[in-house]
Nanobody, 124 residues
Framework: QVQLKESGGGEVQAGGSLRLSCLVT???????????MAWFRQAPGKARQFVGD????????DYADSVKGRFTVSRDIAKNTVYLQMDSLKPEDTAGYYC??????????????WGQGTQVTVSS
Protein backbone atom coordinates (compact mmCIF):
# COMPACT_ATOMS: atom_id res chain seq x y z
CA GLN A 1 0.00 0.00 0.00
CA VAL A 2 1.00 3.59 -0.67
CA GLN A 3 -0.26 6.69 1.11
CA LEU A 4 -0.15 10.19 -0.32
CA LYS A 5 -0.41 13.43 1.62
CA GLU A 6 -0.56 16.82 -0.08
CA SER A 7 0.34 20.15 1.47
CA GLY A 8 1.14 23.69 0.43
CA GLY A 9 -2.19 24.91 -0.87
CA GLY A 10 -3.56 28.34 -0.10
CA GLU A 11 -4.72 31.62 -1.56
CA VAL A 12 -2.56 33.73 -3.83
CA GLN A 13 -3.06 36.66 -6.16
CA ALA A 14 -2.93 36.24 -9.92
CA GLY A 15 0.65 36.19 -11.14
CA GLY A 16 1.89 34.70 -7.91
CA SER A 17 3.42 31.33 -7.11
CA LEU A 18 2.76 28.34 -4.88
CA ARG A 19 4.56 25.07 -4.35
CA LEU A 20 2.59 21.97 -3.50
CA SER A 21 4.17 18.93 -1.90
CA CYS A 22 3.09 15.30 -1.91
CA LEU A 23 4.67 13.05 0.69
CA VAL A 24 4.67 9.39 -0.33
CA THR A 25 4.75 6.70 2.34
CA UNK A 26 4.32 2.95 2.33
CA UNK A 27 6.49 -0.06 2.92
CA UNK A 28 6.37 -1.01 -0.78
CA UNK A 29 7.62 2.37 -1.95
CA UNK A 30 11.30 3.20 -2.18
CA UNK A 31 13.81 4.96 -4.42
CA UNK A 32 13.79 2.08 -6.88
CA UNK A 33 10.04 1.87 -7.19
CA UNK A 34 8.65 2.05 -10.69
CA UNK A 35 5.78 4.46 -10.27
CA UNK A 36 4.25 7.31 -12.19
CA MET A 37 3.42 10.22 -9.91
CA ALA A 38 0.87 12.75 -11.11
CA TRP A 39 -0.97 15.89 -10.14
CA PHE A 40 -4.62 16.39 -11.00
CA ARG A 41 -6.99 19.21 -10.22
CA GLN A 42 -10.72 19.61 -9.97
CA ALA A 43 -12.72 22.80 -9.78
CA PRO A 44 -16.33 22.84 -8.50
CA GLY A 45 -18.73 21.59 -11.15
CA LYS A 46 -15.93 20.57 -13.49
CA ALA A 47 -14.32 17.29 -14.42
CA ARG A 48 -11.01 16.23 -12.93
CA GLN A 49 -8.13 17.45 -15.07
CA PHE A 50 -4.63 16.07 -15.52
CA VAL A 51 -1.98 18.66 -14.66
CA GLY A 52 1.37 16.90 -14.96
CA ASP A 53 3.27 13.78 -14.07
CA UNK A 54 6.75 12.50 -13.37
CA UNK A 55 8.39 9.12 -13.57
CA UNK A 56 9.66 8.35 -10.08
CA UNK A 57 12.49 6.30 -11.48
CA UNK A 58 13.97 8.56 -14.16
CA UNK A 59 12.34 11.94 -13.61
CA UNK A 60 10.75 12.31 -17.03
CA UNK A 61 7.82 14.72 -16.97
CA ASP A 62 4.73 15.51 -18.98
CA TYR A 63 2.28 18.38 -18.69
CA ALA A 64 -1.15 19.48 -19.76
CA ASP A 65 -1.05 22.20 -22.40
CA SER A 66 -2.84 24.61 -20.07
CA VAL A 67 0.07 24.63 -17.59
CA LYS A 68 3.12 24.12 -19.81
CA GLY A 69 5.75 26.75 -19.13
CA ARG A 70 4.10 27.76 -15.84
CA PHE A 71 4.04 24.58 -13.72
CA THR A 72 6.90 22.23 -12.93
CA VAL A 73 6.69 18.75 -11.44
CA SER A 74 9.76 17.45 -9.63
CA ARG A 75 10.68 14.81 -7.07
CA ASP A 76 13.08 14.43 -4.18
CA ILE A 77 13.89 10.75 -3.86
CA ALA A 78 15.59 11.15 -0.49
CA LYS A 79 12.48 12.79 0.94
CA ASN A 80 9.94 10.57 -0.87
CA THR A 81 8.25 13.76 -2.00
CA VAL A 82 6.81 15.01 -5.27
CA TYR A 83 6.41 18.74 -5.86
CA LEU A 84 4.26 20.92 -8.07
CA GLN A 85 5.77 24.37 -8.52
CA MET A 86 3.12 26.71 -9.86
CA ASP A 87 4.17 30.08 -11.27
CA SER A 88 2.28 32.82 -13.07
CA LEU A 89 -0.93 31.59 -11.50
CA LYS A 90 -4.25 32.54 -13.04
CA PRO A 91 -7.74 32.62 -11.52
CA GLU A 92 -8.65 29.65 -13.73
CA ASP A 93 -6.03 27.59 -11.86
CA THR A 94 -8.29 27.69 -8.80
CA ALA A 95 -9.13 24.10 -7.87
CA GLY A 96 -8.51 21.26 -5.47
CA TYR A 97 -5.15 19.71 -6.36
CA TYR A 98 -4.61 16.00 -5.90
CA CYS A 99 -1.52 13.84 -5.95
CA UNK A 100 -1.84 10.37 -7.49
CA UNK A 101 0.40 7.35 -7.93
CA UNK A 102 0.31 4.61 -10.52
CA UNK A 103 2.11 1.32 -10.09
CA UNK A 104 3.06 -0.90 -13.03
CA UNK A 105 1.80 -1.43 -15.61
CA UNK A 106 2.28 2.27 -16.30
CA UNK A 107 0.46 4.31 -18.91
CA UNK A 108 -3.02 3.26 -17.88
CA UNK A 109 -5.71 5.92 -17.69
CA UNK A 110 -6.45 5.11 -14.07
CA UNK A 111 -4.28 5.71 -10.99
CA UNK A 112 -4.04 3.38 -8.03
CA UNK A 113 -3.54 5.73 -5.08
CA TRP A 114 -4.84 9.22 -4.32
CA GLY A 115 -4.22 11.86 -1.72
CA GLN A 116 -6.89 13.88 0.06
CA GLY A 117 -6.16 17.01 -1.92
CA THR A 118 -5.20 20.59 -1.13
CA GLN A 119 -7.08 23.72 -2.18
CA VAL A 120 -5.51 26.41 -4.35
CA THR A 121 -7.36 29.69 -4.79
CA VAL A 122 -6.09 32.37 -7.16
CA SER A 123 -7.70 35.78 -6.83
CA SER A 124 -7.76 38.35 -9.60
Amino acid sequence: QVQLKESGGGEVQAGGSLRLSCLVTGRTFNRFSVYSMAWFRQAPGKARQFVGDISWRDGRTDYADSVKGRFTVSRDIAKNTVYLQMDSLKPEDTAGYYCAAQRPPLGRPDYDYWGQGTQVTVSS
